[in-house]
């Protein structure tokens, strides 16, 4: 992945820990987030990011416990009115677990649904993104399901098996 293998030569690593690819009938839509595990001085420090093919679009530092929003903008079935999803994200920067994604207000945008323009409102949660075409309380049966997603799970530690 070329986004990775050039964020390697600034960082030590870097882990994709989320993609969402939310399809629901006539709406698409893809971005992936990242988290950089980056080495500036001699505390460990996150740094999340979100992207799509293929530059960043931004990044920021986060320590222990502390939370971030950005905006996301992208288009659906190549028509030009743009897509702005925003979200947040809180990381322990200690244990590099992922540890929110939400938000908990509709943001209301307009949307290519078939060959009109639609209002839309999206709504991003823990367990995934939601939308709706009309502005309602959420939870309800208004609000579609587009995609769930797994915060992200370090890898058990390698080592010998007792016998």
Known sequence: MKIQSSLK??????ILIATFTCISSKFQYS???YVINGYKTNDTVLQAGCSWDPVIKGAWSLGFGESESWSVYGSLFKSKPD???MCSV??????????????????????????????CYYLCKNDGIYFSKTNVTYP???WSFVERWEPYKPPAPAGRKIR
Do not use: M, W
């Open 31 to 33: 971005y992936e987030i």
């Open 140 to 142: 309800g049966p208004e």
């Open 83 to 85: 897509l702005k999803l």
């Open 90 to 119: 809180q990381v322990d920067a200690v244990t590099k677990h992922f540890l929110a994604f939400d938000r908990n207000f509709a943001k209301e945008e307009k949307c290519k649904i078939s060959d009109t323009d639609s209002t």
């Open 9 to 14: 030569l600034v960082f030590p690593l870097v």
